[in-house]
Every structure is written in C-alpha cells, then in structure tokens.
C-alpha cells in the first residue's frame, strides 16, 4: 500500500515498476490523467483512490 494523498505528485511512471502494489492512493495530489498511464501495467492493482485530481477516463483501471 502506497498513500500519497495531498502532495503534489504529478508523475506516477516510477510505480510501474511496483509489480506487486495493490492498493495506491493519489487523493489530491495534482495527477493527471497523463500521469497515471503508467499504471495500466501494475497486474496486482486492486484499489486506486484517484480523488480531486484531473482524472477523467478510469478505463485503464477496469480490471481493478
């Protein structure tokens, strides 16, 4: 589990290689949708809290 809530973390690729995350929460901290392009890859994701950031399209997260 990863909390970053209300930090101003933008860019998210460097959790990519966090093959095991399951539970990331970005609650306002400035990620866009972007940002979490590198996310669609983490195969153990199961809980991605994205609140009051410029995220609109959650597609990428369908399997979680």
């Known amino acids: 589990e990863v909390f970053l809530d209300c ?3 933008a860019d998210v690729r460097a959790f ?3 093959r095991s995350l399951k539970k990331l929460d970005l ?3 400035g990620v866009t949708q972007a940002g979490i392009a590198a996310l669609e890859a ?3 994701l199961e ?3 994205l609140d ?3 995220v609109a399209d ?3 997260f369908a399997a979680c």
């Open 47 to 49: 809980e991605v809290f």
């Open 16 to 18: 990519a290689a966090c």
């Open 27 to 29: 609650s306002f901290s």
């Open 7 to 9: 930090n101003a973390v």
């Open 52 to 54: 009051c950031n410029a």
């Open 42 to 44: 983490l195969p153990a």
């Open 58 to 60: 959650v597609r990428a």
